[in-house]
């Protein structure tokens, strides 16, 4: 079973930043695909990034370039840096973790959330 915890949510103004992480415990190894997604009222769960175990990363192509996902394997640590944010960011974003690791791999384990929310 895998364990996954956010942090780092909150009131931002548009042009802003947050920093998000998500602390990952139980049976989780930097090999596994991670992931947030982000839920707006209203909408479908969408993949925001993704990082495979070797670092590599995949963005939503709304996020690129204003979005950055890290992860820290010794650590279990999973972050998003958000800059440059819009009020159409404004969402609950969700850690989440893949049992496989590579890009198109389903996620199966999800943490609680954490509440975005851009708005001058």
């Known amino acids: 079973q895998v364990q996954l915890v956010e942090s780092g949510g909150g009131l931002v103004q548009p042009g802003g930043s947050l920093r998000l992480s998500c602390a990952a415990s139980?049976?989780?190894?930097?090999?596994?695909?991670m992931g947030w997604y982000r839920q707006a009222p209203g909408n479908q769960r969408e993949l925001v990034a993704a990082?495979?175990?070797?670092?590599?990363?995949n963005y939503a192509a709304s996020v690129k370039g204003r979005f950055t996902i890290s992860r820290d394997n010794a650590k279990n640590m999973v972050d998003l840096q958000l800059s440059s944010l819009k009020p159409e960011d404004t969402a609950v974003y969700y850690c989440?973790?893949?049992?496989?690791?590579?890009?198109?791999?389903?996620?199966?384990?999800w943490g609680q959330g954490t509440q975005v929310t851009v708005s001058s």
């Open positions: 990082i495979t175990g070797g670092g590599s990363t």
């Open positions: 139980g049976s989780i190894f930097s090999s596994n695909l």
């Open positions: 989440a973790a893949s049992r496989g690791a590579w890009f198109g791999a389903s996620f199966d384990y």
